[in-house]
């Protein structure tokens, strides 16, 4: 039997939900299904589905082979593309793991704008703020904002990212305007969850560097919930500037101490050097590189 045909067969009963729907799907006898399908768990030497009257259910076993399956036939189908010199278009997945407040507010658009270019392109994204394992997790790239600890993982540059202290004009009306770095100290402060310190770097205008401490009065993962708390006038801010760009557009919230410098982080696409990186998630890096270059849009 043919490697590929069974795992093809595997996917589409998965996808249709039956033996008999893929049979449909695939237009051949369900006898043929059901034989592929026993074949390639014979053959690997584990159970895939449990099968029952009413429903099929993947093994844990299944699982994972069902998600290293859809890239295999998506690798393969672009594979045969190039070979054939007929391919027009990007076609297949692509897994990304991404910030959540930077991946939903601008990676986001950028996503659905390739998206729309390359319609056969199909994303899986986890929006989350922790440090997934590319090769575990199966993603095939990451956007990182950050210093990037030292790894084997190859990382293309895609946007500065700068710093900004802010609070509402409310609060500052209530507890003054900061004049300098060190009248950060002791005013409550919105910290960001994740940021292992409370102490900040700084240059000061004339060029002195130095180091304040900032009091937490609220602590959370969320950038936005951050921000909104900011709003109502609950403490200072001091997060990166596409977060809040639009706040102190409108103003909402004020800039503190904008002659100051705070440390700058930049964002990065990064992926493992170990795979082959297709031909549509080369694309994608490049599209997004392209979108965020130059001067980033929230800091004009």
Known sequence: MNKFEEIETFVRVV??????????????????????????????GVQLIIRSTRKLTMTDTG????????RLLADWAET???????????????????PLSFGVAHLGPAILDFMKEHPHVNFDI??????????????????????????????????????VAAASPAFLNQNGVPQSAKDLKGIPHLAYGYRPSSIVDYTSPD???????????????????????????????LVPRFIIFENLRDGSLVEI????????????????????LSARVRAFVDFIADRFKGTPYWDV
Request: with cysteine; hydrophobic share 40%.
């Open 15 to 44: 996808e249709a939900g039956s033996i008999t729907g893929a049979a449909n799907q695939m237009r051949i006898a369900k006898s043929a299904v059901s034989r592929r399908l026993k074949e390639l768990e014979t053959r690997l």
């Open 63 to 70: 699982q994972a082979l069902y998600d290293r399956s859809l």
């Open 80 to 98: 045969e593309a190039i070979a054939s010199d007929t391919q027009t278009a990007l076609a297949g997945s692509i897994r990304v793991a991404a």
């Open 126 to 163: 986890d929006f989350n703020d922790r440090i997934v394992d590319l090769i575990a997790d199966g993603m095939d790239v990451a956007v990182r904002i950050g210093d990037l600890p030292d790894s084997s993982l190859i990382a293309r540059k895609l946007a500065n990212i700068c710093m």
């Open 207 to 237: 060029g002195t560097e130095g180091k304040t401490e900032l009091k937490p009065r609220l602590r959370a993962t969320n950038g936005e919930f951050l921000r909104d708390a900011a709003v109502v006038g609950e403490g200072i801010l």
């Open 257 to 276: 101490l904008p002659d100051y410098h705070w440390p700058e982080i930049s964002a990065y696409a990064v992926y493992p050097p170990t795979r082959h």
